[in-house]
């Protein structure tokens, strides 16, 4: 069956305990906490899941439990990207294993490489697959912004979709424009603020990070698109743009969005907010502030 992927795809982050290991309570009560708020699937060890900063064996860990706590309840994806091709083809043959439905793929990162060196890349990547794949801009990460002329020669080979984290509006309705005659195509918006942009103009979705801790705020968004209640819309993008302003701007460095969000759903009590290195976790005050801003949002969101 074809895999159509629409609406809130959480990017999760990995729940770790202070010893570096999997916090499996608190991945069991993050997914419990995703699922009934209605998200449409789950993205696991993507920038938010610190996938570059765990190893192998404990990516695949992740990956036996998350999908043995879904249980088919939402689609589950899996990131592969890696700088090795074979460590990516074995971490989408374990993700098929454990019951994902999809794996998401990154350019290779740390070496600067071209498009044609990544289409290169993809054509030997792509046949090995055992799941059908995501394609993933990154350019932050990767050093490599994938032109739509690439990413339509990428779709060729069978992607199912691409979820944009270039932060470029422009480029992702320049996406939407070019794919519109193919509507099995999924554009996901990886910047949240794009939401309701992406919708109104023949996207599909967003792997929101907020969605981590609050998916309702989210889901309630996507809808509001896709119904164009544009009072609902206005209002629902004045939270989501006050996360900017609060919880993702707590802490002077570029990692505050991923260990605010940890530190989110360790105040909200769902899992601890310990980090893999080279990241660590918030110190007191900045954890406080974090308590502060999300119990303001809990206020809100309940009216």
């Known amino acids: 069956m074809k895999l159509h992927l629409r609406g809130i795809i959480p990017p999760m982050v990995t729940p770790l305990k202070a010893d570096g290991s999997l916090d499996e309570e608190g991945l069991k009560n993050l997914i419990e906490h995703l699922i009934n ?174 969605a981590n801790f609050f998916p309702k705020l989210f889901v309630d968004l996507y809808n509001a698109s896709i119904n164009g209640e544009l009072l609902m819309i206005e209002q629902l993008n004045e939270e989501v743009n006050r996360l900017y302003e609060t919880i993702y701007n707590v802490g002077a460095h570029s990692s505050k969005i991923t260990k605010g969000t940890k530190c989110a759903l360790a105040v909200m009590n769902i899992c601890e907010d310990h980090m893999a290195l080279p990241l660590k976790k918030f110190n007191e005050i900045e954890r406080h502030k974090i308590e502060t801003y999300v119990q303001q949002f809990q206020q809100t969101l309940a009216t």
């Open 37 to 210: 708020g209605g998200v449409h699937g789950i993205f696991l060890l993507g920038t938010n899941g610190e996938a570059t900063s765990l190893t192998h064996d404990m990516r695949k860990n992740l990956i036996s439990k998350a999908c043995h706590y879904i249980d088919n309840r939402v689609p589950v994806l899996v990131g592969i990207s890696d700088t090795v091709l074979e460590d990516c083809i074995t971490m989408s043959d374990y993700a098929k294993q454990c019951g994902a439905d999809a794996v998401v793929v990154a350019p290779p990162y740390y070496l600067p490489i071209s498009e044609e060196e990544f289409l290169d890349f993809m054509l030997e990547l792509v046949p090995r697959l055992s799941l059908p794949f995501v394609l993933y801009n990154m350019p932050s990460c990767t050093k490599l912004h994938l032109s739509v002329d690439t990413v339509e020669k990428i779709k060729s080979l069978g992607a199912i979709g691409i979820k944009d984290s270039s932060g470029n509006l422009g480029y992702l309705h320049e996406l939407i424009e070019r794919f519109k005659e193919s509507p099995d195509f999924a554009i996901i918006a990886g910047t949240e603020s794009f939401l309701s942009s992406n919708i109104l103009h023949g996207g599909h979705g967003a792997v929101a990070g907020g």
